[in-house]
């Protein structure tokens, strides 16, 4: 059983972990394509956390991951990332205790939820006010959607390591 | 040899002394050295060429460090002169840049006397695949407000504040899928709509919609805006017409366009604050 201290020296060192990545993210792959899109790196922090969390607290994490990036990027629609990733946090962390096994493919699987989430809304927005077309919308998710899932590869080890030394 | 030198050794002064005197007297009547100076000559001839040479060594040596002295002292001060020089070539070119941008804003001012714009530095480009927006360095503190158009310094339309903050703003695109503006084809002075297409949008291009449809469009045409409605200044130039296609439902036509600027090297623009409002 975490103490009150414990709780907050904890979630500190999320909140300062996942501004790390932000920060090296931003200033080495941020301009970088693959697959002819740009990586995305929030969904990913959304679902490896949330996977690994409680139900409430991975949603905390989402909705204020969500708040950042709807307060510092530009979206399709003005609170996008909040609802999605906060939604999207709540499945994951469901999926994650009742279905999958902690692990890469659990983190591999959040994160398409986490992005399913994210490209249903930008989709569903796209469409109702410019009527973009679905098949080019779906593509460029997927692609977005892989391309982003290579991340992984830095952000599961590091945020999985947190938490274990938090939980044992 | 100590007993040899006192028993003899006043008869061998005494013969050096005649030497002396035998050799001074030769050579005050030869007209060449004799034969005894030039036998000292030649046997003292490779320890002199020895000597020599090691003089001229150690001189060679000590000019050497003496210039390499000198010649430290006059890198560094060149160095610093070098150093001296390219930050003043760096200021000129800085301020000859500058120079040209203004000249241009100028230029512009000079055509457009109507604009009041604002220079502002780009400070961020959407890492969104969904949106094309940029982030400028000049907000509500300097002037700036929603749906002002952002240009280059040519005068090319980059897209239109979406969003200003105290010393920030951001600009949508025009080849961002939100974009509508009304437009004009420049040759002909039909009135269309150019607006953001989501597919486009990954080609950095936007399409021409309403047609007018008993005008031929030529690669090429410009559209600039058409200042209908007072919501944007007029005459701004869009871009050029680059392929004309048929809609999806095969019944329309639009044309795509190319927009004058190139967003991704773009640096410094300007943003129009006011203008007069020309129908």
Sequence with gaps: ?168 | MKDFLSKHGMWILAAMAAVAVLLSVLSYFASTSTLLRNAAGVALSPFRAASEAANRWLEDKRHYYQEYNDLVEENAALREEIAELRANARQVERDREENAKLRELIGLREQRRDFDFESAMILERSTSNWTRTLTLNQGTAHGVAVNNVVVTSEGYLIGVVTEAGLNWCTVQTIIDTDTELGALLFRTGDVVIAEGDFTLMREKRLKVTYLPPDTPLLVGDYIVTSGLGGYYPSNIVIGTVERVETDDDGLAQYAVLAPMCDFDTQTEVFIIKAFDIVE
């Design chain 1, 1 to 168: 059983m975490l103490t009150r201290r414990d709780i907050i020296i904890k979630w500190s060192s999320y909140g300062v972990v996942s501004l790390g990545l932000l920060l090296l993210f931003s200033l080495t792959l941020r301009g970088t394509e693959i697959l002819g899109v740009r990586m995305f790196l929030p969904p990913l922090l959304v679902g490896v956390v949330a996977s690994v969390e409680d139900t409430r607290a991975g949603a905390l994490y989402g909705f204020a991951v969500g708040l950042l990036c709807d307060l510092t990027l530009s979206g399709t629609f003005p609170c996008v990332y909040t609802l999605s990733f906060t939604l999207a946090a709540v499945c994951c962390s469901l999926l994650a205790k009742g279905v999958l096994q902690r692990g890469v493919l659990c983190s591999l699987a959040v994160t398409g939820l986490t992005f399913f989430f994210l490209d249903a809304f930008n989709m569903l927005s796209l469409w109702l006010r410019a009527r973009a077309p679905f098949s080019e919308m779906a593509q460029l998710a997927l692609r977005e959607t892989v391309a982003s899932c290579l991340l992984l590869v830095v952000c599961h080890p590091a945020l999985l390591a947190l938490h274990r030394k938090f939980t044992i």
